[in-house]
């Protein structure tokens, strides 16, 4: 294995999460905080990060949480997150309602949201995200949702992580394989019909492989069609490296650009266990550059944290269940970043 994301699931967090948006229970306006949490949460200058910030995500609670017993200081730590846009995972049961949810609040605030889509088949490979859509007639569906959720309300679509690198490395089996480029190609289609949105096909990391090995793959499944691709999703490579890795399969995909998760980069990757769990918890990471679409090359759409800092990789480490928030694991996050 050349290391896999190690991704968040995130289905009853963002169920709960676009209940309360469908029940107005967000902040609307360009500039807008939400008192109700005591975390005074608010939106990053939309001149230079265009993305939305959720006032009540799982790091603004844990802020009204420190603030309510006393804890000032880790509450400032944990601030640092709170106020950064982060990707929200649509979840299996109710993509329509949830995509139209976080896209309604994000176009009140007059920003756009970051949606990230992580349920095709035969996910993960068994790991600790295992999971996804039954077949390809329900991930189908589950696409149709998202795209009817969100209309044409702006939104930046981060296409399934890990997809097309565990076709590369052989732990997708071969009879599902022709599908899912199918599933991804169509996917892409799909959204790609909306009017606002943007969507960038998972592409791996700086540290799995070599461009050479997946940029036939990104062919095969429609990169043509889509804005460009998404590097070092839930993982730790350096910008720099990232977007070495990432000029390098822009060259061979037709100039494509991409966009880099930035959320826990601070320090780069993790290199003291076995190479094939590094990307598991590891300890002594940082949070990395803010969500930006003012960047240190032009190719590079933006800077995004698409993982949401805080949340487990996996029962690895003492950790909990994918997905699931960690509020010691974010404070030591924030606590090592500048």
Not at 272 to 285: I, L, S, V
Not at 302 to 317: F, H, I, M, N, Q
Request: glycine share 12%; net charge negative.
């Amino acid at each position: 294995m050349y290391g896999t994301r190690g991704a968040g699931v995130r289905a009853s967090v963002a169920v709960a999460g676009a209940a309360l948006l469908l029940a107005g229970c967000f902040s609307s306006g360009g500039g807008g905080q939400h008192e109700g949490s005591g975390s005074k949460v608010t939106q990053q200058p939309k001149n230079a990060d265009p993305f939305w910030v959720n006032p009540d995500g799982n790091a603004a609670e844990q802020v009204a949480t420190y603030v309510k017993s006393g804890k000032d200081d880790d509450a400032d730590q944990i601030r640092k997150i709170a106020e950064q846009p982060t990707g929200e995972w649509i979840g299996p049961e109710n993509p329509e309602a949830e995509a139209r949810g976080f896209t309604e609040a994000a176009e009140k605030a007059d920003r756009a949201a970051i949606l990230v889509l992580y349920n095709i088949p035969h996910r993960d490979c068994g790991q600790f995200s295992q999971g996804g859509a039954a077949d390809g007639n329900a991930y189908r569906a589950w696409i149709d949702g998202v795209a009817r959720g969100i209309e044409d309300r702006p939104a930046t679509v981060i296409l399934e992580p890990d997809a097309l690198l565990h076709l590369v490395n052989q732990c997708t089996p071969a009879e599902f394989q022709e599908e899912r480029y199918d599933l991804l190609k169509g996917a892409i289609g799909k959204l790609k019909s909306l009017k606002n949105t943007k969507v960038y096909l998972d592409a791996g990391n700086a540290g799995w492989g070599h461009p050479d090995q997946i940029f036939q793959p990104l062919q095969l499944a429609g990169i043509d069609q889509a804005d460009g691709f998404s590097v070092n999703v839930s993982n730790f490579y350096s910008t720099q490296d990232s977007i070495a890795y990432g000029r390098q399969l822009s060259a061979k995909v037709g100039g494509k650009h991409f966009v880099i998760d930035t959320s826990r980069n601070g320090k780069g990757p993790y290199t003291a266990d076995k190479a094939d769990e590094n990307w598991c918890n590891p300890p002594g990471r940082a949070l990395g550059e803010s969500p930006t679409t003012k960047t240190a090359d032009p190719l590079v759409d933006a800077y995004l944290w698409v993982k949401r800092p805080g949340e487990s990789d996996g029962t690895c480490k003492g950790g909990p269940k994918a997905g699931q928030w960690w509020p010691e694991y974010a404070l030591r996050l924030a606590k090592a970043s500048k």
